[in-house]
Every structure is written in C-alpha cells, then in structure tokens.
C-alpha cells in the first residue's frame, strides 16, 4: 500500500471537544482529498461512532482503490442505560449520552468491532486496522486481539494491522513479540518529545514495520508560532513552554512558522510513513496543506541540534 505524506485525522469531526455540523464535517473530509491527502484515519472512540459515519458517508462517492482506510479496535460501543441530552463526555467528545465504550480486546470483541466500524463507515473491508490503546490490556490485546486481525488479514477483510498508543515501550514489545505491519505513535516523536527514537524507529526500520506518527502538535503547544495553550492534553509546563519558544525562534531565522516545522520535523526519520493530522473544517485543512507544501531548510535541523533543542 502506498499512503500519502500526510494523512487526516477524523477524531475532531467525532466532535472532539466542541460539536461540529455535519456540512462542516464533509467540507473538511473533501478538502483533504481534494489536497491530495489519501489516509484518513478514524475509531469507534472519535464520538461514540460519529468520526466513522461521517468520514465514510464523505468518501462513500471516493473510487475505493483511490484512498487508504484505517479505523481501530478495542473499544465497544454499546447502548447505555438511559438517553441523555448532548454534552462533553468524558473523552472529551460531545456526543449524545445514550452509547458508552466498553473495552474488549477479546478475539469476538474485535470481530464484533470490526464488523461495526464497516458498517458504519459503510465499506465490506478496512485497509488498516488498529489496536488501540492497549496500554492496560497487554496479555489479551497480544493473545487474542492481534491474532483475531492477523486472522483477518490472512483472509484478506483487512490488509494491514498495526497498534496505535502515546506511548514507546508497549509498542516497541508489539514490534519486538508479533507480525505487525505498522504503528502509530502519537506524541512521541516530535519536536518535543523524540524519545520514539530511542528504540522504537530503529527497530521499525530494522523490522520493516511502517510507522505513522500523529500527535505532532503534542496537542496544541506546536500548533501557533505563539507557543501557548496544552501540551498532552493538560497545561503545558513552564520548561517545555521555554523550550517550544527557543524553538520558535530558531525556526524564525530560517524563514518557518513553528507549526509547519512541527509538521515537517517527523518525515525526517526514514521509518515515518506518513504524519497523520486531526483537522475539524476546510480552513483547518487548507492551512495545513499551505503549511506542508512550504520547504523547510536542512539548516534549521542542524541549528536546532547545535542548540540542543532536538536530539
């Protein structure tokens, strides 16, 4: 399979943190396409299912064998036990209260939410499948999760499996004990935060495992040429604030925003694949895309490391 350089990550149409409108939602999914972006990458998680029925209602009129989809396992969504009005949930999503996830990584569990997802999304097979966040659950997402995809692959429902976390050492043991195609590593290899690096590349490359790496504005410090705002999720620290900051500054002198280097910075390792963005309306996508299409100086990589700024 070839995938594009970047690919779009459909957790924000799942209204992620602030609802989004269904005509929002498609102009978005049509401007990645219409940018040349052939990933998208979704979950039963994005929204209790809503990231998957919108993204596969968007490229429902795309020739099948023009895009790459990739969707995930280990969270169920069942019927909760009363209806509920809208309202952040909390994942962060803002989404009716009448589903709920319930994790499963047992070998029905992921046929069970495989099944789903392709229904939802409105396809009979996925490109890539995801084990997602196992970070609690190793013995059965190894045991039984991993074997039930690799099943499924064996019987061509799905074309590539793989494991998706925040993490390096769980995914790293994945790469090291089974047969996956690929990972995706969220946050971990950034600006920021290389510590994928360590061990983790190194052993895709040596593997022939693919990586995408998504998470490269370590969710929203590298997101503004201004650092400000969250860094994993929570308020950034003062230190890596500073530090987002010098980095701004060193990219300024080479003529780069820090978003843009942000998005270049991962396609440097030659195990990266593709970097996968979250984007929630056409304007996002068009100002990652004029982002992305911009060179970036060898010479900024090199001042950064002279500096220390990264590894």
């Given at each position: 399979?070839?995938?594009?350089?970047?690919?779009?990550?459909?957790?924000?149409?799942?209204?992620?943190?602030s609802?989004?409108?269904?005509?929002?939602?498609r102009?978005?999914?049509?401007?990645?396409?219409?940018a040349g972006?052939?990933?998208?990458?979704?979950?039963?998680h994005?929204?209790?299912?809503?990231?998957?029925?919108?993204l596969?209602?968007?490229?429902?009129?795309?020739?099948?064998?023009?895009?790459?989809?990739?969707?995930?396992?280990g969270?169920?969504?069942v019927?909760?036990?009363?209806?509920?009005?809208?309202g952040?949930?909390?994942e962060?999503?803002?989404?009716?209260?009448?589903?709920?996830?319930?994790?499963?990584?047992?070998?029905?569990?992921?046929?069970?939410s495989?099944?789903?997802?392709?229904?939802?999304?409105?396809?009979?097979?996925?490109?890539?499948?995801l084990?997602?966040?196992?970070?609690?659950?190793?013995?059965q997402?190894?045991?039984?999760?991993?074997?039930?995809?690799?099943?499924?692959?064996d019987a061509?429902?799905v074309k590539?499996?793989?494991?998706?976390?925040?993490?390096t050492?769980?995914?790293?043991?994945?790469?090291?004990?089974?047969?996956?195609?690929?990972?995706m590593l969220?946050?971990?290899?950034t600006?920021?935060?290389?510590?994928?690096?360590?061990?983790?590349l190194?052993?895709?490359?040596?593997?022939?495992?693919?990586v995408?790496?998504?998470?490269?504005?370590?969710?929203?410090?590298l997101?503004?040429?201004?650092?400000?705002?969250t860094?994993?999720?929570?308020?950034?620290?003062?230190?890596?604030l500073e530090r987002?900051?010098?980095i701004?500054s060193?990219?300024?002198?080479?003529?780069v925003?820090?978003?843009?280097?942000?998005?270049a910075?991962?396609?440097?390792?030659?195990?990266?694949a593709?970097?996968?963005?979250?984007?929630?309306s056409?304007?996002?996508?068009?100002r990652?895309?004029?982002?992305t299409?911009r060179?970036?100086p060898?010479?900024?990589w090199?001042?950064?490391?002279?500096?220390?700024?990264?590894?």
């Amino acid at each position: 399979m070839q995938v594009s350089r970047y690919g779009f990550g459909a957790a924000p149409i799942g209204n992620l943190f602030s609802p989004v409108g269904e005509d929002e939602a498609r102009a978005a999914v049509d401007a990645a396409y219409e940018a040349g972006i052939r990933l998208f990458d979704t979950a039963p998680h994005y929204g209790l299912g809503l990231s998957e029925r919108r993204l596969g209602a968007a490229l429902a009129g795309r020739p099948r064998d023009s895009y790459v989809l990739s969707t995930k396992v280990g969270r169920l969504i069942v019927p909760a036990d009363g209806d509920g009005p809208f309202g952040r949930d909390e994942e962060g999503f803002d989404v009716p209260a009448s589903s709920r996830r319930v994790w499963d990584f047992s070998r029905d569990g992921v046929r069970r939410s495989l099944e789903e997802s392709l229904e939802r999304l409105g396809l009979d097979a996925a490109d890539l499948v995801l084990i997602h966040d196992p970070d609690d659950h190793w013995e059965q997402a190894v045991s039984e999760a991993y074997p039930a995809l690799a099943e499924l692959r064996d019987a061509g429902v799905v074309k590539a499996v793989g494991v998706g976390m925040n993490q390096t050492a769980m995914l790293t043991r994945f790469v090291r004990e089974t047969g996956v195609d690929l990972v995706m590593l969220a946050g971990r290899y950034t600006l920021l935060d290389q510590s994928g690096q360590e061990e983790l590349l190194p052993l895709c490359r040596e593997r022939g495992v693919s990586v995408l790496a998504a998470g490269v504005f370590n969710s929203g410090l590298l997101a503004t040429h201004d650092p400000s705002g969250t860094y994993d999720y929570a308020p950034a620290p003062g230190p890596l604030l500073e530090r987002a900051r010098r980095i701004a500054s060193v990219c300024e002198r080479h003529g780069v925003t820090l978003p843009q280097a942000a998005l270049a910075f991962p396609l440097r390792h030659p195990a990266v694949a593709s970097v996968v963005v979250g984007a929630r309306s056409a304007d996002e996508v068009a100002r990652n895309a004029a982002l992305t299409a911009r060179p970036v100086p060898e010479d900024l990589w090199a001042d950064l490391t002279a500096e220390g700024l990264i590894s």
